[in-house]
């Protein structure tokens, strides 16, 4: 069964740096892509950036670029999102995603249950 | 890269048909036959309903159904039970440099 799991919900300060998990099983993690969702409270879905745990092939949205990092541990089979500077509009729910991302089909197939990132003074 | 348009709302009373629009650009929607929708039942994650503008995932009851015109994508929910009450989210891969862009999202009510 494929799963993707995801750390638990955190509580931060503006400024403090985040790093935030997504642990894959049930296929091969070095096969697929994995995507970052933000959902700020109340509102929709963004799509944040993916990562290909094969060679580590990272691609951002323009509104994220440089604002967060992507990366992924593929001997652990686990995806990341970290910040280096936390700020209070950061405040959201965050999804990670397996992409199917090939030349005939482009979709996000199985979802992590989410963190919930709180950034308040 | 702005979001994709989709209404804000729409309803229909128990085994009526309803249709969510997604209207992009000759960049996303119109670009590529890589459409997928999503449903978000309140505090759950999304689950696929609809990928590659038309295709069904399996145990993805049949009443949905996707299907695209120019820009303009479109999911339809026919037979509507209760449990179709939740958000749609449609999405469109935009381009290598883009990448992938969200609709804003519509709330269905089961009246």
């Known amino acids: 069964e494929v799963q993707l799991v995801q750390s638990g919900a955190e509580v931060k300060k503006p400024g403090e740096s985040l790093k935030i998990s997504c642990k894959g099983s049930?296929?091969?993690?070095?096969?697929?892509?994995i995507g970052w969702v933000r959902q700020m409270p109340g509102k929709g879905l963004e799509w944040m950036g993916i990562i290909y745990p094969g060679d580590s092939d990272t691609r951002y949205s323009p509104s994220f670029q440089g604002q967060v990092t992507i990366s992924a541990d593929k001997s652990i089979s686990t995806a990341y999102l970290q910040w280096s500077s936390l700020k209070a509009s950061d405040t959201a729910m965050y999804y990670c995603?397996?992409?199917?991302?090939?030349?005939?089909?482009?979709?996000?197939?199985?979802w992590g249950q989410g963190t919930l990132v709180t950034v308040s003074s | 890269q702005s979001a994709l348009t989709q209404p804000r709302s729409v309803s229909g009373s128990p085994g009526q048909s309803v249709t969510i629009s997604c209207t992009g650009t000759s960049s996303d929607v119109g670009g590529y036959n890589y459409v997928s929708w999503y449903q978000q039942h309140p505090g759950k994650a999304p689950k696929l309903m609809i990928y590659?503008?038309?295709k069904r995932p399996s145990g993805v009851p049949d009443r949905f159904s996707g299907s695209k015109s120019g820009n303009t994508a479109s999911l339809t929910i026919s037979g509507l039970q209760a449990e179709d009450e939740a958000d749609y989210y449609c999405?469109?891969?935009?381009?290598?440099?883009?990448?992938?862009?969200f609709g804003g999202g519509t709330k269905l009510t089961v009246l």
């Open positions: 999405c469109s891969y935009a381009g290598s440099y883009t990448f992938e862009v």
């Open positions: 590659d503008v038309s």
């Open positions: 995603v397996r992409g199917q991302l090939w030349f005939d089909t482009h979709h996000f197939d199985y």
């Open positions: 049930g296929y091969s993690f070095t096969s697929y892509w």
